[in-house]
């Protein structure tokens, strides 16, 4: 509560392991569901489900002044972000390393004692990373980590998306998707779900790209930086939506009609 970080279970997880290691024990590896099954024990905490496999552990009655770390609004000064860009833009190849994940990032700079951050909260420090990321550009991601924006893999999609080019050559030998194909394609995995399913993880639909349809989904080629931007472009807003579901991005199709056999458009695509 202190933190202003609302204690979701992984997050319960992180902190165990960071309090033990800081007495000098040997670092806790608490299974999640056994950390969960001693919350529910606990009368003085309640468990709430959080949406998918998440669930936080709060204590009736206390306020919950919670930050939401997904937010897009931006309450910070314009002086706070013109101090972290400066910040940012001055660390060595060694120190603008940061961990890929935005407690952990948070985390950092709070040990690293950065003027920038002094007398906020973990919560608020890390609803600055996600929108040094999000929105700022001030920071992005490269193989995991979390490091200046301008070494980062985030600016070289920017590019990509700028000159509608793909990103890499991982689908090299497939065809790129066009606007037809993706939606064609969307139409067909959303009639193909499982009546039991609510919803696709956004992490699953560039695989169902190349293993049933045999394309290279590319949001870089089609303008877009980022997957979750490219399905929500108006040429698609009819087929889904994407939320936040637990700690991930997920499809929501707004309709669904009868299941087919699947199908394969490098079937009708001529060889170059």
């Excluded at 910040?87 to 407690?103: E, I, S």
Aim: glycine share 8%; with cysteine.
């Amino acid at each position: 509560y202190r933190d202003e970080l609302r204690p979701y279970g992984r997050i319960l997880r992180k902190r165990l392991s960071e309090l033990s290691e800081e007495g000098g024990n040997e670092v806790a590896d608490i299974a999640i569901d056994d950390l969960r099954a001693a919350c529910e024990a606990c009368p003085v905490l309640a468990v709430n489900l959080e949406g998918g496999a998440d669930w936080s552990a709060l204590i009736p009655g206390r306020p919950a002044g919670f930050v939401d770390v997904y937010s897009a609004t931006d309450p910070y000064a314009e002086e706070l972000w013109a101090a972290a860009a400066e910040y940012f833009a001055g660390l060595n190849r060694t120190d603008m390393v940061l961990p890929g994940g935005r407690y952990a990032c948070a985390k950092v700079l709070l040990e690293r004692e950065v003027p920038f951050v002094s007398g906020l909260s973990l919560g608020q420090i890390s609803h600055i990373v996600q929108l040094a990321i999000s929105q700022r550009k001030l920071l992005g991601y490269s193989n995991g980590t979390i490091v200046p924006y301008e070494h980062s893999q985030s600016k070289v999609k920017d590019s990509c998306a700028h000159l509608n080019k793909p990103c890499n050559s991982g689908g090299r030998g497939k065809s790129i998707a066009t606007w037809e194909m993706v939606r064609e394609c969307l139409q067909e995995i959303i009639r193909n779900m499982n009546p039991a399913d609510e919803f696709i993880p956004l992490s699953n639909v560039k695989r169902f790209f190349r293993g049933r349809f045999a394309v290279e989904l590319s949001e870089t080629a089609l303008g877009y930086a980022k997957l979750s931007e490219l399905v929500q472009d108006p040429r698609l807003k009819d087929l889904c939506e994407v939320r936040l579901h637990g700690h991930g991005y997920v499809l929501f199709p707004l309709r669904r009609a009868a299941r087919r056999s699947t199908i394969c458009l490098a079937d009708s695509i001529a060889p170059p």
